[in-house]
């Protein structure tokens, strides 16, 4: 049974940068049938794809958020992480990371999710 | 990109009583390439990730009770609760995965009557 743990600050400050590690267990980031995802719901909301990668280090960002995105994969730490920049409260939000499962390419649903993890952005 | 629409927004039912959740997309989901509608349903439970019940429109997850199903195709989808258990209150999400940015639709909430 596929399980992902996501780790980092739960407070992070307005200008600086949100990072986010998902540590997966019972399986392998490798498998090229599964892209990797980072998904985040602000309190109270609905839910937002923020990103994919692949084991390869193929990438998709959310072109609304891409700017200030960077996703990466450690397959022999079996992890994979997130970085976005220049937060505002706007960002303030459970993120998920998830494994996704590939119908073609990027075309994704998501099978297993972490526990979510609240990230705060506030001064 | 893709916007999903759910109606209604909320929904009261008896236990026992059968729920209908409608997602509508912007765009046919239709992957012609496959013949599939790639088009998934989420169930939410406070305080707790979602969980995948329903993909390719009406494909059932492993270990899903067989009371939860998907139709549908092109734009229009259903998401059927047969028989309302007590577990099942709960917001319920479509997501379509047709096209890059992925999206989900807004959500409808399941309640006891």
């Known amino acids: 049974q596929v399980q992902l743990q996501e780790s980092g600050p739960g407070l992070v400050k307005p200008s600086e940068t949100l990072s986010l590690m998902c540590t997966i267990s019972g399986g392998s980031v490798s498998i090229g049938t599964y892209h990797w995802s980072w998904i985040r719901q602000p309190p109270g909301k609905g839910l937002e794809w923020i990103a994919y990668l692949s084991w390869s280090g193929a990438t998709n960002y959310n072109p609304s958020l891409k700017s200030r995105l960077t996703v990466s994969v450690d397959t022999s730490d079996n992890q994979f992480s997130l970085k976005m920049t220049s937060v505002t409260a706007a960002d303030t939000a459970v993120y998920f990371c998830?494994?996704?499962?590939?119908?073609?390419?990027?075309?994704?649903?998501?099978?297993?999710w972490s526990q979510g993890t609240l990230v705060t952005v506030s001064s | 990109d893709i916007v999903m629409t759910q109606s209604p927004d909320s929904l009261a039912v008896s236990l026992g009583e059968g729920a209908t959740i409608n997602c509508k997309s912007s765009r046919s989901l239709l992957y012609s390439a496959k013949n599939k509608n790639l088009l998934a349903w989420y169930q939410q439970k406070p305080g707790q990730p979602p969980k995948l019940l329903i993909y390719w429109a009406s494909i059932r997850e492993s270990g899903v009770p067989d009371r939860f199903s998907g139709s549908g195709s092109g734009t229009d989808f259903t998401l059927t609760i047969s028989s309302l258990q007590a577990e099942d209150v709960a917001v319920y999400y479509c997501?379509?995965?047709?096209?890059?940015?992925?999206?989900f639709g807004p959500g409808t909430k399941v309640e006891i009557k």
């Open positions: 997501q379509q995965y047709a096209d890059l940015p992925l999206t």
């Open positions: 998830a494994r996704g499962y590939s119908s073609d390419g990027g075309r994704l649903h998501f099978d297993f």
